[in-house]
């Protein structure tokens, strides 16, 4: 069930002859047209691929955007009694599901090339620590996965004072903002521990939602809190590590046979301040 309905394109492709009718593409003048010079045109009927090659061999399965990404689908829960609220699922109606990855240790040099070619824009929670003089790297998402605050050096946030947890948090946003441009609106705690104090720094440092997670990708495989598959509303955990690619290739694999499609987390945490 797609909630637009499978549109399904059909495309005239010629296949054969590589003169394409492009605008930019200027072509020499038309050579003599000699009766064995045949050029051939197939006609095609095609859809979407729902997959291509990846990196190694591999296959990337691909999805289609179901709503225009970047486009606000839901607020987040509002900041009560100056704390964030804390997310760990997504309500949503829709066969939607939300990928993030962590830290950002390891710049593993197909990460982008797996988002654009799948089709699918994970929400990024980098460390300063993983940022600061790699700006190049992560400069390399533009546009594919928006990126989001972790702490400056990944600390146990629990039971810590309000100026380190507020350091941490706020020191964190601040430098993903002068390295990559723009200030991070969701945050989450490092090993997934908080408390009151973190909450209430993370308002104090300008975000809009704490975010768990309900689901978690280790060496290639997909590890759910409950049950045996993904479900819509679901966030699913992975980090920059050495198995990247298994690791998203597992998650992509496991929306597929599970039927969901993966949507970009902010759409559904939009900041409740903001005016549209
Ligand atoms: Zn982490």
Redesign the pocket.
């Known amino acids: 069930m797609r909630p637009r309905g499978v549109a399904v394109l059909v495309a005239v492709v010629a296949v054969v002859g590589g003169c394409s009718s492009r605008p930019e593409a200027r072509q020499e003048p038309p050579a003599p047209v000699s009766a064995a010079a045949t050029t051939t045109t197939a006609t095609t009927t095609t859809a979407p691929p729902t997959a291509v090659p990846g990196p190694g061999g591999t296959t990337i399965p691909v999805f289609q955007q179901p709503y225009a990404f970047g486009t606000p689908q839901r607020q987040a829960p509002p900041i009560v009694d100056g704390m964030v609220p804390v997310v760990r699922r997504i309500e949503t109606d829709r066969p939607y599901v939300f990928i993030t990855v962590?830290?950002g240790a390891v710049r593993h040099p197909a990460a982008a090339e797996l988002m654009r070619k799948s089709g699918v824009e994970p929400s990024l929670?980098l460390?300063s620590k993983h940022v600061d003089g790699y700006a190049e790297y992560w400069k390399g998402f533009d546009g594919l996965a928006p990126v989001h605050a972790?702490t400056a050096t990944?600390p146990d946030l629990t039971g810590t004072p309000y100026e380190f947890q507020r350091q941490e948090i706020c020191g964190n946003a601040e430098l993903l903002r002068t390295r990559l441009g723009a200030r991070p609106k969701l945050f989450r705690p490092?090993?997934g521990n908080f408390d009151l104090t973190t909450r209430r720094a993370a308002a104090d440092c300008g975000f809009t939602a704490l975010v768990m997670w309900t689901a978690a990708v280790n060496d290639g495989v997909v590890q759910f809190q409950a049950g045996a598959r993904l479900n819509a509303g679901d966030i699913v955990l992975m980090?920059f590590r050495h198995t990247f690619v298994e690791d998203f290739l597992a998650f992509l694999e496991r929306c597929k046979a599970d039927g969901l499609t993966p949507v970009v987390l902010d759409d559904f945490l939009a900041d409740p301040k903001a005016t549209v």
């Open positions: 962590d830290d929670f460390n972790h990944h490092p090993f980090h």
